[in-house]
C-alpha cells in the first residue's frame, strides 16, 4: 500500500521500540481507559506520552522564514515502533504558540507526547496519506506549507509540529500515534540593532606526540598513536572543521600543540608499537594537505592561540598551586604558542591574550591562574558567573585588575553538544540555536548587545556540520551580524551584568572530579628539574628541550580530562624516558688499586651512551682520609657520544693503609649527576727508616770495597820495593810519615782515609742516606683491573 502511495518504504530494525516498552507498560491502563473515549473527538483520541510512532524531522527550509519567503518545506521520516500495523495514517504539521522567552524554548524541547493544547490543530488539511505501516517499517515524507497558512502575526520564534495519526489494532480509531517538534524563526524585517555574535571555532585534539625521537639528525618523532591521521584526512573532524570554517565568519581557536604535531607528521615519523616496537607512519601527504588547507581557511579570520598544549587552567588553580613552580609552565607555555603559529603557519599573528578555562567554569582561584601568565581576557561561560538578568547582556565585563571577563552563553555554548550524527538531531539543534539566537534579540530589540558562542572544544564531525549550518543560516538571519572575540572583549560592558567572579567553592562539582591530581603537577615539575639537570651537560641541549619541554607541557593539557589511565601512563613514560637517557652518561666502576710509592697516576673511567657528545662536566675524587691519600685536583670533561674516556688523577700518599675513594660527575652548576662510584685505594709506601737502613749497608759494602783495593795496592808496591834494593833493606813496617818517596804514611794507605768535611770518602755527595729519588708515575693509564697494583 505504501509503495502505491508513493513513499519509499524501508525495513528498519525494531530495536527501538523496546526502549520505550517500559513507558508503553507504563500507560496501558490510560490507553485501555480512552479505548471508550469517541474516536471523533481528537482531543481525547490522543493520549499524552503516545510514542507508538517515531517521527524524526530531517530538514526545515527555510531555517528562519522571512517576508520574502512564500512557503516553510519540512522533511523527514516516520517509523512504526510498535508491534501491530497501523492503518489509515496520515502526517500532518501543526503550528503551536509563539514562544515568550528562552526558558519556554528549552520547555518544548524537554517536552515529549502529544497534547492538543499545546501542539495545536493541524495546518490547513496539509497531510500525507499512509494508507499502511507495519511494524518496524521507515517511510519519508515531504510537506510543503504556503507561509500564509502558518498565520505567523508577529517577529518571534514558533512552536512546529509534525505528527503522525492512525488506526492499531488495540486502538481501532483515529489517534495520534507520534510527534516531533522544532522551532520557525520569524522575523517580517530586519532588526534595527542587530546582535553582534561571536563563534568561537576550536581547532584542538588530544595528546599524540611522544616525548620519544630517534639519534639522527632530524630527531625522528615517535607517536604514541596514528588517530591524528584519520581526524585531518578528508571526512575527518579536524578537516571537516577547517573545510567548514573556512567560509564562515567565525573566530578559529588554536591549539599550538596541533599545528606542531601535525607539522611533525609532514615529514618521517614513526608510531609505538606493542611491546617497545615501532612502525613508520604512513600519514605525510595527508599531514601536508591539512596545512596547506588550514593556511588558506585562516587567511582572512582571526586566530586566537591557546597556551601550547592546552593546560588545565582549573586543575592548575585548584591541585597546581599547592605544588612548588607548578604555575610557573603557563608562561613558557604562552611564549611558545606564538612561536609554533608563527613557524608553521608563516605569516599569521595570533593573539595570546586569551585563557579558557574548561566548559567556561570559573572561580576566583582560576581567573588568578588564567591571567597569571599574560592572558588579559578569561573566556567564562554564563551558568559559571550565574547571571540572573532578565535578558541576556553583553558578554564583556571588567573583573578588575585591568582584565576582562568574555562571558558565552551557556545556551547558545551547549546547543550542539551529544550525538549529531542522525539528521533528525542535528536539525533540532540548528534550529533551537537559531531560536535561541533570535529571541536574544527580542529581548530588548533597542539594546544592541555582544554575544560569545564557546561551544565544546573538540566537536565531532557532525556537530561541526550542525554548528556550520546554524551559523551560515544566522549570518543570512535579519538579526544578527558576526564579529571577531578581539572586538567582543573590546564591548561596551552592561552595567547591569554580574561583575563578581564566584567564589572558589562554587567551582561545579561534576568538573571538579575530573581535575588533574596535584600529583600530576608535581610530577611534571619534577620532570622538568630532571631536564634541566640532563641537558646542562649536552653539547646539543636543544635536542632535548624542544622534545621534552613539550612533553611536559602536554602532561598538563585539559585533554586528559576524562582519561586519567591515560594521562597516569603518558607522564610516566616521558618520565621513564629521560631517565634512562640520563644513565646513559655513567663512571664505569674500578677495582681497588694498590698504591705502591708516594705517588702515582690512578685513571677513572667516564662512558658516554648518548649518540651525542656531552661537555662541561666535572670529574670529582674524594678521599675518605686525605691526611693519608691526596687524590688531587677535579678535572673538567668532554666525553663524543657513543665513546667512553679514561680522565688521570695524580695522588700522593703520606702513609700506608686502605683509602676508601669516591668518584663523582658535577654538572656546570656545582649538581650531582649519576650515581657516585667508590673504590678502595690500598697505600703500601717504603718507609723513610727503611730507606736509611738500606743506605747504610750500601756504604759500608762500598767501603770495604775501598780497604781491600788500597791494601792490595800497598802489597804491590812492598814487593817493587824489595826487588830494588836488592833485597836488603829492611820494611819498618809502613809506619812513619810519607817523605814523598812513595813509602805509605801513618796508616799506610797514601791519605788519611777521610773527606775534606771529616766525612768517609766515596760518601757519594752532599745528600742525606736515604733520601728518595724523583717521582715516576704509572705509565699504565687503562682502567684497573681487579687487585690492580699502582706502581710508582
Same mark, same amino acid.
Given at each position: 500500500?505504501?509503495?502505491?502511495?508513493?513513499?519509499? !518504504?524501508?525495513?528498519?530494525?525494531?530495536?527501538?521500540w523496546?526502549?520505550?516498552?517500559?513507558a508503553l507498560?507504563?500507560?496501558?491502563p490510560?490507553?485501555?481507559?480512552?479505548?471508550?473515549?469517541?474516536?471523533?473527538q481528537?482531543?481525547h483520541?490522543?493520549?499524552?506520552?503516545?510514542r507508538t510512532?517515531?517521527?524524526?524531522?530531517?530538514?526545515?527550509?527555510?531555517?528562519a522564514?522571512?517576508?520574502?519567503?512564500?512557503?516553510?518545506?519540512?522533511?523527514?521520516?516516520?517509523?512504526?515502533?510498535?508491534?501491530?500495523?497501523?492503518?489509515?495514517?496520515?502526517?500532518?504539521?501543526?503550528?503551536?504558540?509563539?514562544?515568550?522567552?528562552?526558558?519556554?524554548?528549552?520547555?518544548?524541547?524537554?517536552r515529549?507526547?502529544?497534547?492538543? =493544547?499545546?501542539?495545536?490543530?493541524?495546518?490547513?488539511?496539509?497531510?500525507e496519506?499512509?494508507k499502511?505501516?507495519?511494524?518496524?517499517?521507515s517511510?519519508?515524507?515531504?510537506?510543503?506549507?504556503?507561509?500564509?497558512?502558518?498565520?505567523?502575526?508577529?517577529?518571534?520564534?514558533?512552536?512546529?509540529?509534525?505528527?503522525?495519526?492512525?488506526?492499531?489494532?488495540?486502538?481501532?480509531?483515529?489517534q495520534?500515534?507520534?510527534?516531533?517538534?522544532?522551532f520557525?524563526?520569524?522575523?517580517?524585517?530586519e532588526a534595527s540593532?542587530?546582535?553582534?555574535?561571536?563563534?568561537m571555532?576550536?581547532?584542538?585534539?588530544?595528546?599524540?606526540?611522544?616525548?620519544?625521537?630517534?639519534?639522527?639528525?632530524?630527531?625522528?618523532p615517535i607517536?604514541?598513536?596514528?588517530?591524528?591521521?584519520?581526524?585531518?584526512?578528508?571526512?575527518?573532524?579536524?578537516?571537516?572543521?577547517?573545510?567548514?570554517?573556512?567560509?564562515?565568519?567565525v573566530?578559529f581557536?588554536?591549539?599550538?600543540?596541533?599545528?606542531?604535531?601535525?607539522?611533525a607528521?609532514?615529514?618521517r615519523?614513526?608510531?609505538?608499537?606493542?611491546h617497545?616496537?615501532t612502525?613508520?607512519?604512513?600519514?605525510?601527504?595527508?599531514?601536508?594537505?591539512?596545512?596547506?588547507d588550514?593556511?588558506?581557511?585562516?587567511?582572512?579570520?582571526?586566530? !586566537?592561540?591557546?597556551?601550547?598544549?592546552?593546560?588545565?587552567?582549573?586543575?592548575?588553580?585548584?591541585?597546581?598551586?599547592?605544588?612548588?613552580?607548578?604555575?610557573?609552565h603557563?608562561?613558557?607555555?604562552?611564549?611558545?604558542?606564538?612561536?609554533?603559529?608563527?613557524?608553521?603557519?608563516?605569516?599569521v599573528?595570533?593573539?595570546t591574550?586569551?585563557?579558557?578555562?574548561?566548559?567556561?567554569?570559573?572561580?576566583?582561584?582560576?581567573?588568578?591562574?588564567?591571567?597569571?601568565?599574560g592572558?588579559?581576557?578569561?573566556?567564562?561561560?554564563?551558568?559559571?558567573?550565574?547571571?540572573?538578568? =532578565?535578558?541576556?547582556?553583553?558578554?564583556?565585563?571588567?573583573i578588575g585588575?585591568?582584565n576582562?571577563?568574555?562571558?558565552?552563553?551557556?545556551?547558545?555554548?551547549?546547543?550542539?553538544?551529544?550525538?549529531?550524527?542522525?539528521?533528525?538531531?542535528?536539525?533540532?539543534?540548528?534550529?533551537?540555536?537559531?531560536?535561541q539566537s533570535?529571541?536574544?534579540?527580542?529581548?530588548?530589540?533597542?539594546?544592541?548587545?555582544?554575544?560569545?558562542?564557546?561551544?565544546?572544544?573538540?566537536?565531532?564531525?557532525?556537530?561541526?556540520?550542525?554548528?556550520?549550518?546554524?551559523?551560515?543560516a544566522?549570518d543570512?538571519?535579519?538579526?544578527?551580524e558576526?564579529q571577531?572575540?578581539?572586538?567582543?572583549?573590546?564591548?561596551?560592558?552592561?552595567?547591569?551584568?554580574?561583575?563578581?567572579?564566584?567564589?572558589v567553592?562554587?567551582?561545579?562539582?561534576?568538573?571538579r572530579?575530573?581535575?588533574?591530581?596535584?600529583?600530576?603537577?608535581?610530577?611534571?615539575?619534577?620532570?622538568?628539574?630532571?631536564?634541566?639537570?640532563?641537558?646542562?651537560?649536552?653539547?646539543?641541549?636543544?635536542r632535548?628541550?624542544?622534545p621534552?619541554?613539550n612533553?611536559?607541557?602536554?602532561?598538563i =593539557?585539559?585533554?586528559?580530562?576524562?582519561?586519567?589511565?591515560?594521562a597516569?601512563?603518558f607522564?610516566?613514560?616521558?618520565r621513564?624516558?629521560?631517565?634512562?637517557?640520563?644513565?646513559?652518561?655513567?663512571?664505569?666502576?674500578?677495582?681497588?688499586?694498590t698504591?705502591?710509592g708516594?705517588?702515582?697516576?690512578?685513571?677513572?673511567?667516564?662512558?658516554?651512551?648518548?649518540?651525542?657528545?656531552?661537555?662541561g662536566?666535572?670529574?670529582?675524587?674524594?678521599?675518605?682520609?686525605?691526611?693519608?691519600l691526596?687524590?688531587?685536583e677535579?678535572?673538567?670533561?668532554d666525553?663524543?657520544?657513543?665513546?667512553?674516556?679514561?680522565?688521570?688523577?695524580?695522588?700522593?700518599?703520606n702513609?700506608?693503609?686502605?683509602v676508601?675513594?669516591?668518584?663523582?660527575?658535577?654538572?656546570?652548576?656545582?649538581?650531582?649527576?649519576?650515581?657516585a662510584?667508590?673504590?678502595?685505594?690500598?697505600?703500601?709506601?717504603?718507609?723513610?727508616?727503611?730507606?736509611?737502613?738500606?743506605?747504610?749497608?750500601?756504604?759500608?759494602?762500598?767501603?770495604?770495597?775501598?780497604r781491600?783495593?788500597?791494601?792490595?795496592k800497598?802489597?804491590a808496591?812492598?814487593?817493587?820495593?824489595?826487588?830494588?834494593?836488592?833485597?836488603?833493606?829492611?820494611?819498618?813496617?809502613?809506619?812513619?810519615?810519607?817523605?814523598?818517596?812513595?813509602?805509605?804514611?801513618?796508616?799506610?794507605?797514601?791519605?788519611?782515609?777521610?773527606?775534606?768535611?771529616?766525612?768517609p770518602a766515596?760518601d757519594?755527595?752532599?745528600?742525606?742516606?736515604?733520601?728518595?729519588?724523583p717521582?715516576?708515575?704509572?705509565?699504565?693509564?687503562?682502567?684497573?683491573g681487579?687487585g690492580?697494583?699502582?706502581?710508582?
Open positions: 500500500m505504501a509503495e502505491a502511495a508513493g513513499f519509499p !518504504v524501508t525495513e528498519r530494525p525494531r530495536g527501538r523496546l526502549r520505550r516498552a517500559a507498560v507504563a500507560g496501558a490510560l490507553l485501555a481507559g480512552l479505548l471508550q473515549v469517541p474516536a471523533a481528537e482531543a483520541a490522543a493520549p499524552s506520552g503516545s510512532v517515531d517521527v524524526d524531522i530531517d530538514s526545515l527550509s527555510p531555517p522564514a522571512g517576508k520574502d519567503d512564500d512557503a516553510v518545506t519540512v522533511t523527514g521520516s516516520i517509523t512504526n515502533e510498535g508491534r501491530t500495523t497501523i492503518t489509515d495514517g496520515h502526517i500532518g504539521l501543526r503550528r503551536g504558540p509563539v514562544l515568550n522567552n528562552r526558558s519556554s524554548i528549552d520547555d518544548v524541547a524537554r515529549t507526547g502529544y497534547s492538543a =493544547s499545546l501542539d495545536g490543530q493541524e495546518v490547513g488539511g496539509k497531510t496519506k499512509i499502511k505501516l507495519a511494524p518496524g517499517v517511510q519519508s515524507f515531504s510537506l510543503r506549507v504556503p507561509v500564509k497558512k502558518l498565520h505567523l502575526s508577529k517577529d518571534g520564534v514558533y512552536q512546529l509540529g509534525v505528527s503522525f495519526s492512525g488506526r492499531s489494532q488495540g486502538a481501532p480509531y483515529q495520534v500515534l507520534g510527534i516531533e517538534r522544532t520557525l524563526p520569524w522575523q517580517e524585517a540593532k542587530k546582535t553582534k555574535l561571536t563563534y571555532w576550536p581547532l584542538i585534539s588530544k595528546t599524540h606526540l611522544t616525548a620519544e625521537t630517534e639519534g639522527d639528525e632530524q630527531q625522528t607517536f604514541r598513536d596514528d588517530k591524528l591521521a584519520a581526524e585531518i584526512a578528508p571526512g575527518g573532524r579536524l578537516q571537516q572543521l577547517v573545510a567548514l570554517g573556512k567560509d564562515l565568519p573566530t581557536v588554536v591549539d599550538p600543540d596541533l599545528l606542531a604535531t601535525v607539522d607528521m609532514t615529514g615519523y614513526k608510531v609505538e608499537g606493542p617497545g616496537t612502525r613508520p607512519g604512513r600519514n605525510q601527504e595527508v599531514a601536508k594537505q591539512w596545512l596547506s588550514l593556511e588558506q581557511a585562516i587567511q582572512a579570520h582571526e586566530v !586566537v592561540a591557546l597556551p601550547f598544549g592546552d593546560p588545565d587552567i582549573a586543575s592548575l588553580a585548584h591541585k597546581g598551586r599547592i605544588v612548588p613552580s607548578a604555575l610557573s603557563l608562561g613558557p607555555a604562552t611564549d611558545l604558542a606564538s612561536k609554533t603559529v608563527e613557524t608553521v603557519l608563516p605569516g599573528k595570533a593573539r591574550d586569551f585563557a579558557w578555562p574548561v566548559d567556561g567554569a570559573v572561580d576566583s582561584s582560576v581567573v588568578d591562574v588564567a591571567t597569571s601568565a592572558a588579559h581576557h578569561v573566556i567564562a561561560r554564563s551558568d559559571s558567573m550565574r547571571e540572573r538578568l =532578565s535578558y541576556t547582556p553583553t558578554s564583556a565585563r571588567p585588575g585591568g576582562t571577563a568574555v562571558v558565552a552563553d551557556a545556551g547558545l555554548s551547549t546547543a550542539f553538544t551529544g550525538d549529531l550524527s542522525k539528521a533528525g538531531a542535528a536539525n533540532l539543534a540548528v534550529q533551537n540555536f537559531l531560536a533570535l529571541m536574544v534579540n527580542l529581548q530588548d530589540p533597542s539594546r544592541q548587545r555582544s554575544i560569545v558562542v564557546a561551544p565544546q572544544r573538540m566537536p565531532t564531525a557532525s556537530q561541526a556540520q550542525a554548528m556550520a549550518k546554524a551559523v551560515r544566522l543570512d538571519s535579519g538579526w544578527a558576526a571577531d572575540l578581539s572586538d567582543a572583549a573590546k564591548a561596551k560592558p552592561d552595567p547591569n551584568a554580574t561583575r563578581q567572579v564566584p567564589g567553592a562554587s567551582y561545579p562539582s561534576s568538573l572530579k575530573q581535575e588533574l591530581p596535584a600529583a600530576a603537577f608535581r610530577q611534571a615539575q619534577e620532570t622538568r628539574t630532571a631536564l634541566d639537570d640532563f641537558k646542562v651537560i649536552l653539547a646539543e641541549p636543544w632535548v628541550e624542544t621534552f619541554g612533553a611536559i607541557m602536554r602532561m =593539557s585539559t585533554e586528559w580530562r576524562g582519561d586519567a589511565k591515560g597516569t601512563a607522564r610516566k613514560s616521558v621513564s624516558y629521560l631517565d634512562g637517557l640520563t644513565t646513559k652518561v655513567h663512571l664505569i666502576q674500578k677495582s681497588d688499586a698504591l705502591s708516594r705517588s702515582a697516576t690512578i685513571p677513572v673511567t667516564v662512558q658516554n651512551n648518548l649518540v651525542r657528545g656531552v661537555k662536566m666535572t670529574l670529582r675524587l674524594t678521599s675518605s682520609q686525605p691526611n693519608r691526596d687524590v688531587g677535579p678535572q673538567t670533561i666525553v663524543e657520544g657513543g665513546h667512553s674516556q679514561s680522565f688521570k688523577f695524580d695522588t700522593t700518599a702513609a700506608n693503609g686502605p676508601q675513594v669516591t668518584a663523582q660527575l658535577f654538572t656546570a652548576d656545582g649538581k650531582r649527576y649519576g650515581r662510584m667508590t673504590f678502595e685505594v690500598n697505600v703500601t709506601e717504603i718507609t723513610a727508616t727503611v730507606m736509611l737502613v738500606i743506605a747504610g749497608g750500601v756504604l759500608l759494602l762500598v767501603l770495604a770495597g775501598v781491600i783495593y788500597l791494601q792490595r800497598r802489597a808496591a812492598r814487593e817493587d820495593d824489595g826487588g830494588a834494593d836488592g833485597g836488603t833493606g829492611t820494611d819498618d813496617g809502613g809506619a812513619g810519615s810519607d817523605d814523598g818517596d812513595g813509602t805509605p804514611d801513618r796508616d799506610g794507605t797514601g791519605h788519611d782515609g777521610t773527606g775534606q768535611d771529616g766525612r766515596g757519594g755527595g752532599s745528600g742525606q742516606p736515604g733520601d728518595p729519588g717521582d715516576t708515575g704509572s705509565e699504565n693509564t687503562d682502567a684497573s681487579s690492580e697494583k699502582v706502581d710508582r
